[in-house]
């Protein structure tokens, strides 16, 4: 079994800032991809930002500059700083781990429960 577990979020004004944290536990061999995806009421779900077991990373255009993704690979845990955070930013953020659970396995898609970002004031 692998489990991701999100943890963070919360309610915040508008401006401020919240930290998201996703660890993966139970039989893994390797992750390779691990971000996080976020879904608003009414919409479809989209991705916010990913990156590589080596480091690369990826944004969506509307969180560039704002949000910073990180990585532990120790600890299989991925990581959302969120600054300046705005209304539109309002969503249930998922985590997602793209990885294989054995050496011979192929790599697979696991999702989070998601844990529910309101900006507000």
């Known amino acids: 079994q692998v489990q991701l577990v999100e943890s963070g979020g919360g309610l915040v004004q508008p401006g401020g800032s919240l930290r998201l944290s996703c660890a993966a536990s139970?039989?893994?061999?390797?992750?390779?991809?691990m971000g996080w995806y976020r879904q608003a009421p009414g919409k479809e779900r989209e991705l916010v930002a990913a990156t590589t077991a080596g480091g690369s990373t990826n944004y969506a255009d509307s969180v560039k500059g704002r949000f910073t993704i990180s990585r532990d690979n120790a600890k299989n845990t991925v990581y959302l700083q969120m600054n300046s955070l705005k209304p539109e930013d309002t969503a249930v953020y998922y985590c997602t781990a793209e990885l294989r659970r054995y050496a011979s396995d192929s790599y697979r898609d696991y999702w989070g429960q998601g844990t529910q970002v309101t900006v507000s004031s």
């Open positions: 139970g039989s893994i061999f390797s992750i390779n991809v």
